[in-house]
């Protein structure tokens, strides 16, 4: 069927690959690319012996040269972004200069501040429709699998959705006091910025934090979330028709904020850069390098994921609740690919949305959310490769009543 080029060669692109490898009948080739290539070395000689060709390279994602230099010899069909979302632009503009589609699984963001928006991405429309290529962004879990369950949703359960609470739980016990299940700096700068939510057309803005909530998850048990900004909210607000409130909430363990909050107070969660022996560091930048690589939490971590969205809305004039979830159990992936649930419910959306471009499916000139698109092909392909969704017609709602909400840092 055709050839894609991946850039990275982390946990979410580890899984990823071996999907790809998997579904050879559409991925015959593939070539890994990353600044490191014996990264990219060790995980071919891993694989290698599949119907998929494997080649590796070496690439410096911030570079638009070497990225149009290595897309124009190996001619890829597509190119998946898996690096860092501080390179999104760069692999965007080699893509537009070969005229090759696109796919990444998280916004651009600055380097220098913490700002997860979609308008830097978006200002490429144009000039990829000129093009005549697809750029399909934010095809992970969430963003991602999110979005294709509130337009699953929409297309099949209701005439108008007025509010959508996605909700994301890990509950894998790695063993560690601290430490981030994917890349400690985008984790922390995510997770220490404000929170927001989508209401009556407009942003609400909280205090990192403010706003937590409890929610007995299906197949885990009751667990303390809190109230975060998300991209996917952006695009949806904008993409669901009648929508009047969007909510994002993940769940943190009591360590983990802990941890998290004492890290803050002493700095080290700063991306402002300090001189330290005559030398400019960023504070975030180091505390990543002193804990453990996400990577190496898959042979550690026991438990399970669930993440999905509770729809309310409208369906032949009457009021209908609807949630739809997944459940991955970490022990389970790392078993299957080598990579626990965080990497695998983020890496195989990465390569259907992948496979939707290539196979045609998804395919139109320009630059998309992923809920822009048909979802019942992706639906049925979630089941087919390793994260099958659930149904709750009848699910125990956030309760707005007695919910707690933690008193603002402010207000102290």
């Given amino acids: 069927m055709g050839k894609a080029l991946i850039i990275g060669c982390g946990g979410v692109a580890s899984v990823a690959i071996h999907k790809c490898c998997q579904n050879n009948d559409v991925f015959e080739e593939i070539c890994i690319a990353s600044r490191t290539k014996s990264k990219c070395d060790a995980l071919k000689a891993k694989l290698d012996g599949g119907k998929t060709k494997i080649t590796t390279a070496q690439v410096d994602a911030n570079n638009v040269d070497e990225l149009i230099a290595l897309i124009e010899e190996v001619k890829p ?23 090759t589609h696109y796919l990444d699984t998280a916004n651009y963001e600055p380097e220098d501040t913490a700002k997860f928006e979609y308008k830097w991405q978006w200002d490429y429309r144009e000039r990829f429709e000129k093009a005549g290529i697809t750029a399909l962004l934010g095809s992970g879990f969430d963003p991602g699998v999110t979005s294709v369950f509130s337009a699953y949703a929409l297309k099949h359960h209701f005439d108008e959705i007025e509010y959508i609470d996605i909700l994301d739980c890990n509950a894998g016990d790695h063993g560690y006091p601290f430490a981030t299940n994917f890349n400690p700096e985008i984790n922390i700068r995510e997770v220490s910025a404000k929170g927001s939510y989508w209401e009556n057309g407009k942003w609400i803005e909280t205090e990192p934090m403010e706003i937590k909530r409890v929610y007995n998850f299906p197949e885990i048990g009751a667990k303390d979330m809190y109230l975060l900004h998300h ?168 309760d707005e009543q007695t919910a707690q909400q933690l008193e603002p840092e402010h207000a102290r």
């Fill in 231 to 398: 991209e996917e909210i952006e695009s949806l607000a904008l993409n669901i028709p009648g929508i009047k409130r969007i909510r994002f909430f993940m769940t943190f363990g009591e360590s983990y904020l802990t941890h998290l909050k004492c890290l803050e107070n002493v700095g080290m969660t700063s991306i402002e850069p300090i001189e330290f022996e005559g030398k400019q560091i960023i504070p975030l930048q180091f505390l990543k390098a002193v804990l453990p690589d996400p990577a190496s939490l898959g042979p550690r971590t026991k438990g399970k994921t669930n993440i999905g969205c509770i729809f309310q809305g409208k369906k032949d004039g009457k009021e209908k609740t609807y949630y739809l979830y997944n459940v991955c159990d970490h022990e389970a992936c790392y078993q299957e690919v080598g990579s626990q649930a965080v990497s695998y419910t983020t890496g195989v959306p990465a390569m259907i949305g992948a496979m939707m471009v290539m196979t045609g499916k998804w395919n139109k000139p320009g630059v998309y959310n992923i809920e822009e698109f048909d979802p019942d092909p992706f639906m049925e392909a979630l089941n087919k490769w390793g994260l099958p969704w659930k149904e709750d017609f009848n699910p125990e709602l956030v």
């Fill in 77 to 99: 069909d597509i190119v998946m972004n898996l690096a860092l979302p501080y390179q999104d632009l760069t692999i965007m503009d080699a893509c537009l200069a070969t005229k």
